[in-house]
């Protein structure tokens, strides 16, 4: 029996894949929990949690569950503020998308990565 060291062979980017499909996922279903935790008016999920998933990278998972359950669509700040950080990711991904198609040159690359020092693997060519 083979077990679990086929697991090991897999390559870190779809490691990385998997987590974000995991936590888009768990941020969908507790926008979903906190949707019936309300209607039940029982005890609720604190808004930085759900700011924070999104924030570290659930945020696809968190607009498909203010959608899908209209949950905290009109509520403000909260609303704006997962607004800003889809816009964060979604600049995030075009200078990573950028950045991979070689649309900037080496200086541009470097001088963000220098702004952002963990991004700096992502971001050099």
């Not at 077990?3 to 996922?25: K, M, R």
């Not at 941020?27 to 999104?54: N, S």
Request: proline content about 6%; glycine content about 8%.
């Amino acid at each position: 029996m083979q077990g679990f060291s086929g697991l090991l062979d897999v390559a870190p980017q779809t490691w990385a894949v998997i987590a974000y499909l995991a936590l888009n996922g768990l941020t969908f279903l507790l926008f979903g929990w906190d949707k019936l935790r309300a209607i039940l008016k029982k005890r609720r999920t604190p808004e930085f949690r759900l700011l924070f998933l999104a924030f570290i990278g659930g945020s696809v998972g968190a607009k498909a569950g203010q959608k899908v359950f209209t949950h905290k669509t009109t509520k403000q700040p909260f609303a704006r503020r997962l607004n800003r950080i889809c816009a964060f990711h979604l600049v995030l991904l075009a200078l990573w998308g950028l950045a991979s198609f070689g649309a900037f040159g080496p200086a541009p690359i470097r001088a963000i990565a220098d702004l952002v020092p963990d991004l700096r693997p992502f971001l050099t060519p």
